[in-house]
């Protein structure tokens, strides 16, 4: 079957609920050319809050790093938190409205003092040192109240992916509550845990490194399909491996996992988060080379720490989802809940895996 002609709908392993529609014709449709959104790439504007010189305009920091001398990563309260601490109502329910107190905290992570810098362009060492910084805090919030169930940390860069500030920056927002994906997630892991004796996600990453086979015509008996070993991996380093997902709900989507079965980011060395460093900063030097401009968000999903932490952390396995946001969503994508992708995944991952890239 040729690029053109893939029309097919894809199940999300993880969250069997949760589809993708890959119809590769649908980007032979006319439209209007767009221009890649312009990225500011000054290391310094007066006027920027996150700027060195600027910290007078933030919120007092929670903590910087280093600790000593010029900053490289600092965390601040957010001016706009969509959770706080300031209010702690009761929940209530009427009938079938019910409501739980937004509780919880929203803080800014400001990853670089240059103030348009891109992932690809940051040094190994800082990015392992805003990696450090999301594993302090989250380590912080957790242990400081017990009513938190989940912290999510994550970054969203360029306007359509609901960046305000263009100064690079990530965030972090600490909860009483599971978002519903990664609930999801969870249970459906702990499912196939209970039936296979086996985590998912590791599955995953042994098929992409050692599975390969053949789907073939019932009548001609020609290959329909063919997975070859390495089809979907994009990078991968002595710890950590960046695949495109099957179902990718987004044309350039990529998963970074760890190697290794672990459950909660928490429990990430220091040796891991340099080397998680070093394969985000080549994933992301291949998207920009192959979409160069794209706005995107990331986030990290790890363990819950809810009432199922204990019995969840031999099925569930972190990882940290890159997506950029190449498209809006159609009235079919809002209406249906069914993702369009309208690049093969195996084309994506082969252009990006292709790219050639200076580090």
């Given amino acids: 079957m040729s690029e053109q002609e893939i029309r097919e709908i894809r199940i999300n392993p993880i969250i069997p609920a949760e589809s993708v529609l890959v119809a590769t014709a649908r980007s032979m449709r006319p439209k209007k050319a767009e221009d890649l959104a312009p990225r500011d790439t000054r290391k310094h504007v007066d006027t920027c809050p996150f700027c060195k010189g600027s910290e007078h305009k933030t919120p007092p920091e929670i ?52 103030h348009g810098a891109a992932i690809h362009e940051m040094s190994e060492a800082h990015l392992a040192r805003v990696l450090l910084a999301y594993r302090l805090r989250m380590a912080q919030l957790f242990a400081a109240d017990p009513r938190l169930k989940y912290v999510l940390v994550f970054k969203n860069f360029g306007p359509a992916a609901g960046a305000s500030i263009p100064h690079t920056h990530s965030q972090i927002i600490a909860m009483p509550v599971v978002p519903e994906n990664v609930e999801a997630e969870a249970r459906n892991s702990a499912e196939y845990y209970r039936r296979h004796h086996h985590c998912i996600f590791c599955t995953l990453i042994d098929e992409a490194l050692t599975f390969e086979a053949a789907i073939y015509d019932r009548i001609s008996g020609s290959v329909r399909r063919k997975i070859s070993v390495g089809q979907y991996i994009v990078e991968r380093g002595r710890h950590f491996i960046a695949i495109k997902p099957f179902a990718s709900r987004y044309e350039w989507e990529v998963h970074i996992l760890p190697l290794q079965h672990k459950a909660d980011f928490l429990d990430a060395t220091d040796e891991e988060l340099a080397d998680l460093a070093a394969v985000l900063r080549r994933t992301m030097a291949r998207l920009d ?3 160069g401009g794209a706005q995107y968000n990331f986030f990290l999903h790890s363990l819950p720490h809810d009432a199922h932490r204990e019995q969840h952390g031999a099925s569930y396995h972190w990882h940290l989802e890159i997506c950029p946001r190449t498209s809006i969503p159609t009235g079919f994508e809002l209406g249906s809940g069914l993702f369009v992708n309208t690049i093969s995944p195996e084309a994506a991952a082969e252009r990006l895996r292709m790219a050639e890239i200076t580090l």
Avoid: K, T
């Avoid at 409501?99 to 670089?112: K, L, P």
């Fill in 289 to 291: 080379a192959v979409i």
């Fill in 63 to 114: 903590f910087r790093l280093p600790e000593d001398g010029d900053w490289e990563v600092r965390l601040v309260p957010n001016l706009y938190p969509v959770l706080g601490d300031d209010r702690q109502d009761a929940s209530f329910a009427f009938g079938l409205q019910q409501a739980i107190d937004g509780y919880g905290r929203h803080e800014v992570f400001i990853d670089h003092p240059h």
